[in-house]
């Protein structure tokens, strides 16, 4: 993946790529810079969204995590990751009525 991304460096699709390697190894400081940067190259993708949101939920940072799941789900009403996700910020910020 990253020999992709060393020739494609402004491929969201391959940076999206990287940032789930990242999010299935815990590295989620890694993960939010790499969706970070998937999400400035195509801001139409709604899995990069969603994973930007599953990094900074990783790291504890419910609030903005909440943000970006909500946009990948303005992006994609119909993307179940992504309200998987989202419900699950909701009940780590105590919010169960939205959860």
Do not use: C
């Not at 299935?24 to 139409?44: G, H, I, M, P």
């Not at 419910?62 to 910020?89: F, I, K």
């Amino acid at each position: 993946m990253k020999s992709a991304i060393h020739l494609e460096p402004e491929n969201a699709l391959f940076q999206t790529g990287l940032g789930r390697m990242y999010l299935r190894l815990s590295r989620y400081v890694e993960a939010t810079k790499v969706f970070r940067k998937s999400t400035r190259l195509d801001s139409t993708s709604a899995p990069a969204w969603n994973g930007l949101g599953q990094a900074l939920a990783g790291s504890g940072e419910y609030a903005e995590a909440e943000t970006h799941l909500q946009h990948a789900l303005r992006l994609n009403p119909a993307y179940p990751e992504a309200h998987y996700n989202l419900s699950s910020v909701f009940l780590r910020q105590g919010k169960i009525e939205e959860g």
